[in-house]
């Protein structure tokens, strides 16, 4: 196996967070033979400069960077990228169980299928085909923001995550970047991670009723799609609105991604995605 810098983002401002910090660290130590197997290199960008006043310490062969940037999604990812040292690099959230062998599994399959340079594990609890991967792009499904594995010479090809993106559409504007650059993608399906965030938060459509009438009244400057009930939702959260205004400023209006989108899908069948131009 390649050896691995994995980049966790944290905010160390309780015993419960640390501890949670801590456990994802311990996990992803003991998941697989690291000493002999390959090299891990840890590194934590942490956004509470005073973690250690506070009274919080992390193992001594974690390294530690604290920003003195505001905290920014993709910002702080690359902060990490530009200081990772091992030819793979992991981008993770802190609230992460790794379970045995989850590298080990991503390895086998970038080792018999070159051709990936991304790459995401599975939780436990999805629904899991057969099989050793799933190529594709969609967000949630393939591309998993919280466990991002990519070999660390694919940002000199890409270049680094986009700043702009500092939360919302983070994984949408990833998920677009490798279709741009027409690098593949793996679900490696015995790769298991546990998302804890992700098995207790879910979107919550059904909130923020007056922060969208007050957009309905103001923002007459809006796509009138945005007000429709597929997306009216989106109206309720500001900074996910000033995401998605982003996000399709930089890729397109919604039709024009969901042509191109559908000629992708159609293309990369038959080898031809690069004619689908971005």
Known sequence: MQGLSVIILSYTKSEKIHRMTLDCIRTLIQSEDFINACELEIILVESNRNYLGEGYAYPENVKVIIPDVPFNFHGYLNIGILAAAQPMVALCNNDLVFHKGWYAAIAQVQKQNPRFKSFCPVQPKENIPSG??????????????????????????????????????????????????????????????????????????????????????????????????????????????????????????????AIKNKLFGMFSKVGLSALVKW
């Open 132 to 257: 050793m991967f799933l190529q594709g792009y969609e967000v949630r499904k393939h591309i998993k923001g919280w466990c991002l594995l990519a070999e660390r010479t694919l940002f000199d090809k890409i270049g680094l995550l986009d700043e702009q993106f500092d939360f919302y559409y983070a994984d949408d504007d990833y998920a677009m970047t490798l279709k741009k650059y027409h690098v593949p993608h793996a679900l490696v399906l015995q790769s298991i991670v546990t998302h804890i965030g992700g098995e207790n938060t879910a979107t919550k459509k059904d909130e923020g009723e007056q922060a969208f009438q007050d957009q309905q009244a103001q923002r007459k400057d809006l796509p009138p799609y945005l007000f429709t009930d597929g997306y009216k939702w989106i109206l309720k959260n500001e900074k996910l609105l000033s995401g998605h205004l982003k996000f399709h400023a930089k890729w397109g209006s919604v039709k024009s991604m």
